[in-house]
T-cell receptor
Framework: DAGVTQSPTHLIKTRGQQVTLRCSPK?????VSWYQQALGQGPQFIFQ???????QRGNFPDRFSGHQFPNYSSELNVNALLLGDSALYLC????????????FGSGTRLTVV | DQQVKQNSPSLSVQEGRISILNCDYT??????FLWYKKYPAEGPTFLIS?????DKNEDGRFTVFLNKSAKHLSLHIVPSQPGDSAVYFC???????????FGTGTRLKVLA
């Protein structure tokens, strides 16, 4: 049973460019959250998707946007990349009825140069 | 504003002894708390949770204690094993929201 799958695993982009990160949730999970983890910090909530809608958003600018597809997979898009966007981006999924126990993927390491 | 704080960046414990990881929070609206552990190059792995209506939850070697009056959470690992060496994060969710706020983590090293 595959867990949460994220692609790509590593990415290097130039300032000002745009990036798309992808996530396939664990089988049976229908809710996807995205987190940003900077070096030495805990994960920070970006947003959560359920039923193809953004349910809640954290304190991130509009440059960060997302999408959830009918098969529950999700994308995170970041426009106009800044050096400070360099981080590990984590996708977490769960079944909507659960309150806890999100399953995380291994993340995408984004480096902006 | 760091609403969830893990004030000990690192902890070393002998194998077989108890590991106690601490977490403090400031928001009285938090109603659900989680502990995750993270190995290098992997995503966080869920360990144990506790609801604000309880003060203790146990799962095998892992026990989480919640002291609501002190706004303090702790994770006890007994007995500690070398495989427990990882970074441990506590996370909290406010009632009516979907967002979990994570602490900065505590690196646990269990010495053989």
């Amino acid at each position: 049973d595959a867990g949460v799958t994220q692609s790509p695993t590593h990415l290097i982009k130039t300032r000002g460019q745009q990036v798309t990160l992808r996530c396939s949730p664990k089988s049976g999970h229908d809710t996807v959250s995205w987190y940003q983890q900077a070096l030495g910090q805990g994960p920070q909530f970006i947003f959560q998707y359920y039923e193809e809608e953004e349910r809640q958003r954290g304190n991130f600018p509009d440059r960060f946007s997302g999408h959830q597809f009918p098969n529950y997979s999700s994308e995170l898009n970041v426009n106009a990349l800044l050096l400070g966007d360099s981080a590990l981006y984590l996708c977490a999924s769960r079944f909507w009825g659960q309150t806890y126990g999100y399953t995380f993927g291994s993340g995408t390491r984004l480096t902006v140069v | 504003d760091q609403q969830v704080k893990q004030n000990s960046p690192s902890l070393s414990v002998q194998e077989g002894r108890i590991s106690i990881l601490n977490c403090d929070y400031t928001n009285s609206m938090f109603d659900y708390f989680l502990w995750y552990k993270k190995y290098p190059a992997e995503g966080p792995t869920f360990l144990i949770s506790i609801s604000s209506i309880k003060d203790k939850n146990e799962d095998g070697r892992f026990t989480v204690f919640l002291n609501k009056s002190a706004k303090h959470l702790s994770l006890h690992i007994v007995p500690s094993q070398p495989g427990d060496s990882a970074v441990y994060f506590c996370a909290a969710r406010a009632s009516g929201t979907y967002k979990y706020i994570f602490g900065t983590g505590t690196r646990l090293k269990v010495l053989a």
